[in-house]
């Protein structure tokens, strides 16, 4: 069993693939940071996630993952500042699979109804988050670690096992 097994329960599962904003992150040799968007999360079976990214926007991230296989990634829900991030080694770049501009558009249609709460308009939600599939990479590694970002007296706390109490 993989440590992702601890701290990726169906409730995390569910948080992670619908309407939530997400943001990739790594860093260089020289412990520089780099970023970048990420559109939409697949998670196998085995707790193996994906997150996918434009290479136009995501270069250094792209570069940074290839060099040392680190990433951490930031799930947030706007309308409740939830935040989960997950870090891991052992990351890869790769091309999208079969089914992943369906995980993307459903993840950008969720994020169309999460954002309409906040009064942002679902054009402007669907023009800031068009993709072409030429331009998208798939980001592969599985989480080592998990912590609750959600602002208040538990950010930054460990995911527990098989839950994510503090993370509500």
Not at 81 to 99: I, S, Y
Not at 127 to 150: C, H, K, L, N, Y
Request: with cysteine; net charge neutral; aromatic share 6%.
């Amino acid at each position: 069993m993989s440590p992702a097994c601890h701290i990726i329960d169906a409730d995390t599962l569910e948080f992670l693939q619908r309407r939530v904003s997400i943001v990739a992150a790594g860093r260089d040799a020289d412990n520089v940071p780099s970023s970048a968007r990420a559109y939409g999360c697949r998670v196998r079976a085995d707790h193996q996630m994906t997150v996918f990214v434009r290479r136009s926007q995501a270069a250094q991230l792209l570069r940074d993952v290839e060099s040392n296989g680190e990433l951490a990634v930031v799930f947030t829900r706007p309308t409740t500042n939830r935040a989960l991030q997950f870090k891991g080694r052992g990351a890869r770049v790769g091309a999208l699979e079969p089914g992943d501009i369906q995980v993307i558009t459903e993840w950008v249609g969720s994020l169309v109804v999460e954002l309409a709460a906040l009064g942002i308009s679902a054009p402007l939600v669907h023009a800031a988050f068009a993709v072409r599939p030429d331009d998208m990479s798939a980001i592969t590694f599985v989480p080592g670690e998990g912590f609750a970002q959600t602002p208040g007296p538990g950010a930054g706390a460990r995911l527990p096992s098989g839950g994510t109490e503090l993370a509500r």
